[in-house]
């Protein structure tokens, strides 16, 4: 399994050669505004990544299941509940 830290580790990386090293390669007359278009897309877009990381990692809501879905969902997974009181909600 990999370690909690190499993924952030690794987009950052992408995302930080994509905002500093890519404006580099910007050629045309309007040179200045296709780098900070780079940079900014590139900073975006990490922001976004972030987030929706950090978000997957710790929700802060779950489901609301139904007794009765609960008892369905088990039956299907091949965990069926004998008596209700196995169901701790």
Do not use: H
Not at 23 to 39: D, K, Y
Not at 41 to 65: E, R, S
């Amino acid at each position: 399994m990999v370690e909690a830290y190499v993924p952030p580790v690794i987009i950052t990386a992408i995302w930080a050669f994509i905002g500093i090293i890519c404006p580099f390669f910007a050629r045309g007359p309007n040179r200045g505004v296709t780098q900070c278009c780079i940079m900014l897309t590139a900073v975006t877009c990490w922001l976004f990544w972030l987030c929706c990381y950090l978000t997957q990692m710790n929700p802060l809501i779950g489901p609301k299941l139904s007794m009765n879905e609960i008892m369905i969902m088990a039956r299907e997974w091949g965990n069926e509940i004998k008596d209700t009181m196995d169901v701790t909600v």
